[in-house]
C-alpha cells in the first residue's frame, strides 16, 4: 500500500522505514529538511509541505499517518490535512492525543467525508526491531482497509505462547493490534495502558529505592547490606514473577551505571497518567495505584530519589525520554503532551511507549 508519514521523530520515522521494510510505500513529511532527507535515502518519496504530501498520493483512498506531538500541533496538522483531502480518504493519529479531542475530530472530518482513525501506538525506540503495538478507534471500513499497514507495524504471533482458554484462528489482538471500537476507543485504552505504565514503574522504583537504602546508617549496622542493584535487577529477568520488559530496561541501565548517576531523577509526565485519572474520576473508579504514581511524578521535581532515577533511566530505555529536554506539563487536553511519536521537527519530543 502507499501511505503517508507526517512527523519524522524517534517513532515516526521508523515506523515509516518498517514499513517500507514489509514493501509499502511511504511518502513523508517533516518540517526538518534533514529528516525528511533521511527518509528519502531509505527509499521514500519526501514531501516539502503537507500540501505535496498529499499531492504525491497516487492511491485512492489517500491515507495519512500522523506522528505529532498531542496538542496543538497535530490539532493544527489533522485541520490542514481535512481542508486538502477529500471524500473516503484516512487521517490516522498515531501519537498520544486525548481521546475525547479524537471524538470531536473525527465529527468534524466526517462533515467534509473525510474519515479519521486513532491509533495509540505502544513500541517507542525499539518498534522498528520488537514491531508496535496498536489499539485502533474508527470506522470498521477505513480500520479494515488499512490493515495491511497495522499488520505489518504489530509484532506478530512471535514466540509468545498462546493464552490458555484462545481458541480459533489467531486475532488480530494475538498479532498484536486490535480495533477498539469508534472514534477515540483507541487513545481511551492506550491512555489508561499508559496510567499503568506509571504504576508498574513506580513500583520498581520504590522496591529499588529500598534496595538501595538498606545500607542507610540510620539503621542498626548488624542490619545494614550492601546491596548489588544490578545482580537483583538481572536475577529477577530470569523466572521471576516481576519480569518484565520495563525490568529489563532498568537492569540494562543499572549495567551501565549501578549508581544511576547520570540521571538527576526529575521525571516528567506527558499527558496520559492525568487523563487516565480524570477518566477515573468521572467513571466513579478508585485508582489508588495509578494516582500516587502520577503524583510521584510531580514529588520528584522538587526532591530527587534513587528510585527516581530508576524512572528516569526506564523512560530513556523504552522512549528516548532525556531529562530537561522534553516539553512542559500536558495539563489539558488543549495544551496536550508530547506524544511518544517524537515532533513534527524531527527533534526528541516524547515515545508513545
Avoid at 504530501?53 to 499517518?65: E, F, G, I, K, Y
Avoid at 529477568?237 to 549501578?258: E, F, Q, Y
Avoid at 477515573?280 to 532515577?309: C, N
Wanted: net charge neutral; hydrophobic share 40%.
Amino acid at each position: 500500500m502507499q501511505i503517508a508519514v507526517v512527523g519524522l521523530g524517534r517513532m515516526g520515522a521508523n515506523i515509516s522505514r518498517r514499513l517500507m521494510q514489509a514493501g509499502h510505500r511511504c511518502v513523508v513529511f517533516d518540517i526538518a529538511a534533514q529528516a525528511r532527507e533521511a527518509l528519502a535515502r531509505d527509499g521514500a518519496t519526501a514531501a516539502a509541505s503537507l500540501e505535496q504530501l498529499v499531492q504525491a498520493l497516487t492511491d485512492r483512498p489517500r491515507a495519512v499517518w500522523v506522528m505529532l506531538p498531542a496538542g496543538r500541533i497535530t490539532e493544527q496538522s489533522v485541520e490542514q490535512l481535512g481542508s486538502l483531502l477529500g471524500r473516503d480518504d484516512i487521517v490516522i493519529d498515531g501519537g498520544n492525543s486525548f481521546y475525547k479531542d479524537d471524538i470531536r475530530r473525527a465529527g468534524s472530518l466526517a462533515q467534509r467525508g473525510v474519515r479519521y482513525v486513532d491509533c495509540g501506538t505502544s513500541g517507542g525506540v525499539w518498534g522498528i526491531d520488537r514491531g508496535y503495538c496498536m489499539m485502533i478507534g474508527g470506522p470498521k471500513e477505513a480500520v479494515e482497509h488499512l490493515d495491511p499497514i497495522f499488520a505489518a507495524l504489530a509484532p506478530g504471533i512471535g514466540s509468545i505462547a498462546r493464552t490458555p482458554g484462545r481458541s480459533g484462528s489467531q486475532a488480530r489482538a494475538e498479532r498484536g493490534y486490535i480495533h477498539a471500537g469508534p472514534s477515540g476507543a483507541g487513545h481511551f485504552v492506550k491512555m489508561v495502558h499508559n496510567g499503568i505504565e506509571y504504576g508498574l514503574m513506580q513500583a520498581y522504583a520504590e522496591g529499588f529505592d529500598i534496595l538501595r537504602n538498606k545500607d542507610s546508617k540510620d539503621l542498626p549496622e548488624g542490619e545494614r547490606f550492601d546491596l548489588n542493584m544490578a545482580d537483583i535487577a538481572e536475577v529477577w529477568r530470569r523466572g521471576s514473577v516481576i519480569s518484565s520488559w520495563l525490568l529489563d530496561l532498568g537492569a540494562a541501565a543499572l549495567a551501565k551505571d549501578p549508581q544511576l548517576a547520570a540521571f538527576s531523577g526529575y521525571v516528567q509526565d506527558s499527558g496520559e497518567g492525568r487523563w487516565t485519572i480524570q477518566a477515573a474520576i468521572e467513571e466513579s473508579v478508585p485508582a489508588e495505584v495509578l494516582s500516587q504514581a502520577l503524583y510521584a511524578r510531580f514529588r520528584s521535581r522538587q526532591q530527587h530519589t534513587f528510585g527516581d532515577k530508576m524512572l528516569s533511566a526506564m523512560r530513556l530505555g523504552f522512549g528516548g525520554h532525556i531529562e530537561g529536554n522534553e516539553p512542559g506539563d500536558a495539563a489539558s487536553s488543549a495544551a496536550g503532551g508530547a506524544s511518544g511519536a517524537g515532533s513534527a521537527a524531527g527533534l526528541p519530543g516524547k515515545g508513545a511507549r
